[in-house]
Structure formats: structure tokens, C-alpha cells
């Protein structure tokens, strides 16, 4: 007897919950508005040591004497491997190749970078088209007191690099750095002797190339953004 209860009690509460829905059609449906949105943070990390902490607002913390004591947001060496190979963009433009028939390569070296957006919005919104038409648009709102944080993004140097084959060999695995240079030592009666000598320390042991990048800071931003269909009608046979 109690289970026939129960069977009769969610077969009423079933109808009544049908009977509350109703059918709209098309014009209903374009005149029904809402509520709705959504707050999104967004983090882009690529081959970095502290990437996870953005609270860090210099790129190193320093003594008294203003010398660095320990460096943020540099270049994890375990991640790019032991020639540092992993962290590299090669570009063959247009498949050049040089006289003896290889391959050259863009190569960008050591490429780093962390970039964070504490809160952005995104949401709905309804404005005016050029047929004079209301029409819904995707908005995407940003806050001045959530900056855009740049944390040591670039790369270390740039280089035209050329290879014998496939493989190891191809231009994009070089991975030749300054250590030692030919120099020339001139004597008291004019004369001259090529020794090898060390490079300076500012570039001893870096990759070689003739170009690198670093930015680091904050790019404030406060406004908004919204997306919509330029051929868009707005009307209620209009898909946007």
C-alpha cells in the first residue's frame, strides 16, 4: 500500500511540474533576456623558474649594496635541456637555402616568458547596429587594478644559423656559444701575434646571434571590448 502512495504522490507532483512549463515561440524567445557572465583569470607561463608566483612585482630581490640575490622568472634550465634546444622557435623562411644547397633558419633562442590577467570579464550586452537594430554582443571587460603582468618575456638571442642535413645537423640545433675569440696582440715595434683569448664576461658562454629581448612590468588596461556580427540584423530570424 505504501508503495502505491509513493507511485500516485510522484506521478501528481510529475504533472504538476509539467503543467507550470509553457511553449514560447520565436518572438517570446528574442524578447526573453537574463542575467549572466562569468570572471576569469588567465596564466601563460613557458619555460620558467617562480612562474606560479606573480606576487613577486621586481625581477630580483637585492642586498643593501644593490646587487641581486636571488633572480626571478628566469629560464629553468631542466626544461630547454642540457644545449638548451628545447627552448627555441626556428623559422625557414619561404625554405631558403644558402650556395651549398642547406637550409637556413630564424632562430629565436631561449625563449621565456610569463604572463598573468588577475580578473577579466566576460559577458553579455545588446547594442545599437547599423540598421539601427538592437543587437546581443560578447563583452569582455578589464580593470585597471588587475594589470596585465609581464614577467621577463623575450628571448635570450636571435641568429641566421645554417646546417649540412637533417636531424642534429640542421641549422635550428646549433647550439655553438662565446667562450673563446682569435685577437690579435700587437708588440712595441708595430708587429703583431694572433693569441686565443676569453670573451668578455657579458657575453662568455651565451648562445650566439645578434639580437635578444627582455620585458618585464605591468600594462594597465580599463574598458571594454564587445565582439558582434557586423552582418548581423538583429532580427528574430537572424542567427549572430
Known amino acids: 500500500m505504501s508503495k502505491l502512495l509513493t507511485l500516485c504522490a510522484l506521478l501528481c507532483t510529475s ?23 562569468a570572471d576569469l583569470s588567465w596564466t601563460l607561463s613557458l619555460n620558467h623558474v617562480y612562474a606560479t608566483d606573480l606576487t613577486k612585482n621586481a625581477i630580483s630581490r637585492l642586498d643593501g649594496n644593490d646587487n641581486p640575490l636571488d633572480v626571478f622568472y628566469v629560464l629553468d ?20 637555402i644558402d650556395v651549398n644547397g642547406n637550409k637556413k633558419w630564424l632562430v629565436f633562442k631561449d625563449i621565456q616568458g610569463t604572463i598573468q590577467i588577475d580578473k577579466f570579464s566576460i559577458d553579455g550586452a ?9 543587437q546581443t554582443a560578447m563583452k569582455i571587460s578589464f580593470y585597471d587594478d588587475k594589470p596585465l603582468k609581464i614577467r ?3 628571448f635570450a638571442t636571435l641568429a641566421i ?8 645537423n640542421e641549422g635550428y640545433a646549433n647550439s655553438q656559444t662565446y667562450n673563446k675569440f682569435t685577437g690579435r696582440v700587437y708588440q712595441a715595434d708595430g708587429t703583431f701575434t ?5 670573451v668578455p664576461l657579458f657575453d662568455r658562454g651565451a648562445e650566439k646571434g645578434f639580437m635578444g ?9 580599463n574598458g571594454n571590448l564587445k565582439i558582434f556580427s557586423y552582418n548581423c540584423t538583429g532580427g528574430a530570424q537572424s542567427r549572430c
Do not use: W
Request: a negative charge; aromatic letters at 2%; one cysteine or more.
Open 15 to 37: 504533472m504538476v511540474s509539467y503543467a507550470g512549463l509553457e511553449a514560447l515561440d520565436q518572438q517570446e524567445l528574442t524578447d526573453t533576456v537574463g542575467q549572466g557572465g
Open 77 to 96: 634550465p631542466t626544461t630547454c635541456g642540457a644545449t638548451k634546444q628545447f627552448c627555441r622557435l626556428a623559422i625557414a623562411p619561404n625554405n631558403h
Open 126 to 134: 545588446t547594442i545599437i547596429n547599423h540598421h539601427n537594430e538592437p
Open 152 to 154: 621577463n618575456l623575450g
Open 161 to 168: 644559423e645554417t646546417g649540412t642535413g637533417e636531424g642534429a
Open 194 to 198: 694572433e693569441e686565443e683569448q676569453d
Open 213 to 221: 629581448l627582455n620585458v618585464h612590468g605591468n600594462m594597465h588596461m
